[in-house]
């Protein structure tokens, strides 16, 4: 059987791809980063979410010898001229410090009224293998963003997006229904038939 790894020590992250992989029928055995602990995590020094998932997953292959996937994503802010984009887990200054970044935004967007609130979550996946070859797929999720946080499942920014044709935040959402519209849930499934062909 064919191995995998993902850049991501997110274990539910993993559990997302292997179930992708498993309904698309490939015989793939899905590992995260954590199977490695030598290899450290790579600097996201890209300036677009693809470029940021192919040094990720160009470290990995290159450090495993496996094929490797990654991605990188975040959320688009119309109004904001697309940002946070590529900075969104580091927003307020820290990386990973969701409530900072949601406090923050929330105020920037303070005097915007609803209908220019337009947002989209983006995810950038790819694919690289040890030899140097590389496949980048993308996947979004639009919507509009709230006044005030509502929810609490998901992470980041989903309490305050709420999805085309949604009356709830991505917060409010079950897994199973934010992982069917989700951008990354998007980018990973147009990632299938690349991995079909990559692996034979």
């Known amino acids: 059987m064919q191995r995998l790894v ?25 590992v995260g980063a954590d199977a490695y ?10 300036v677009t979410f693809a470029e940021n ?8 292959a290159q450090a495993t010898g496996l094929p490797a996937i990654a991605d990188d994503s975040g959320l688009c802010v119309d109004v904001l001229g697309g940002a ?13 410090d969701d409530q900072a970044n949601l406090e923050l935004l929330l ?19 790819a694919l690289a293998l040890p030899d ?23 992470f980041g920014y989903d309490p305050i997006l709420q999805p085309e044709g949604e009356t709830r935040t991505c917060a ?13 849930g998007k980018a990973f499934r147009a990632l299938v038939p690349v991995v079909r062909e990559v692996l034979g």
């Open 6 to 30: 993902l850049a991501t020590r997110n274990a539910n992250k993993v559990a997302e791809l292997r179930a992708i992989l498993a309904d698309a029928g490939l015989d793939v055995e899905l």
């Open 53 to 60: 998932a192919l040094l990720k997953a160009h470290a990995l």
């Open 37 to 46: 602990p030598q290899v450290p995590d790579t600097k996201e020094t890209g």
């Open 132 to 154: 140097g070859t590389e496949h980048v797929v993308e996947g979004r999720l639009d919507g509009t963003l709230r006044h005030a946080p509502e929810g609490d499942g998901g």
């Open 107 to 125: 105020a920037q967007l303070a005097d915007i009224d609803s209908e220019h609130r337009a947002a989209h979550f983006a995810c950038a996946a």
């Open 172 to 184: 409010q959402l079950t897994p199973q229904e934010k992982n069917a519209i989700s951008h990354r």
């Open 84 to 96: 946070p984009g590529i900075f969104s887990a580091r927003w307020a200054g820290r990386h990973g």
